[in-house]
């Protein structure tokens, strides 16, 4: 069983966060924007749980694209318009520059990540296959890569893309914490309960 575009959208807008987030930002024309990660699978996992919407969702990710100035001071203050516009929201919106994570990633992760063309470039290289979903804040148009049918199946798949296999690990049993009834594909599930 999968889910609808439609269903998708229904169930986002179910999380007030979301809704609020989407059409604050909007009007802010921020390059290539677009709402993603775990503020939008989640609050599904958590409908299909039974749970509320906001149940355990830790941020609200808002990637963008411009590469006409990679210093941190741009960036900073798209951040700062976006916390203007969401002040009064209990929850953490976390803003980044796509065109900058090649900058900084290395040092953080310790693994190299090449510079990126697109905000949706940086959905991308998410970890888990199912998370890779966002919706962009020009149109509202939706970007999914993989579809829809794993992230509504609960299917975690590591990505080929950035094959992290430890970082997968700690982030599906995050993920099993908060939604037990996940399933943990590519057969890692007894090195994950190791963890």
């Known amino acids: 069983m999968s889910l609808t575009e439609q269903q998708f959208f229904e169930s986002v807008r179910r999380n007030p966060i979301n809704g609020e987030v989407l059409s604050r930002l909007r009007p802010l024309q ?3 924007g677009i709402l993603t990660a775990g503020c939008l699978v989640q609050t599904v996992w958590n409908l299909k749980s039974g749970y509320d919407p906001q149940y355990g969702i830790k941020d609200y990710d808002v990637f963008y694209f411009d590469d006409s100035d990679l210093s941190w001071d741009a960036e900073d203050a798209v951040i700062r318009r976006v916390q203007q516009a969401v002040a009064d929201l209990p929850a953490k919106v976390e803003v980044k520059n796509q065109a900058r994570v090649h900058l900084w990633y290395r040092e953080k992760f310790e693994a190299e990540y090449p510079a990126l063309k697109k905000a949706e470039d940086g959905i991308d290289r998410y970890l888990t ?12 148009s939706l970007y999914a890569p993989d579809g829809l ?7 975690l798949r590591l990505n080929p893309l950035n094959p ?3 970082l ?3 982030k599906c049993m995050e993920y099993l914490k908060r939604w037990p009834w996940l399933t943990i594909i590519d057969g890692q599930t007894e090195d994950c309960n190791a963890l």
Request: glycine share 8%; proline share 4%; aromatic share 10%.
């Open 168 to 170: 997968y690990q700690i």
């Open 149 to 155: 049918e794993d992230m509504w199946n609960g299917i």
């Open 129 to 140: 296959l199912c998370t890779r979903v966002g919706i962009r804040l020009s149109d509202y």
């Open 30 to 32: 921020i390059p290539q």
């Open 164 to 166: 992290q296999r430890k």
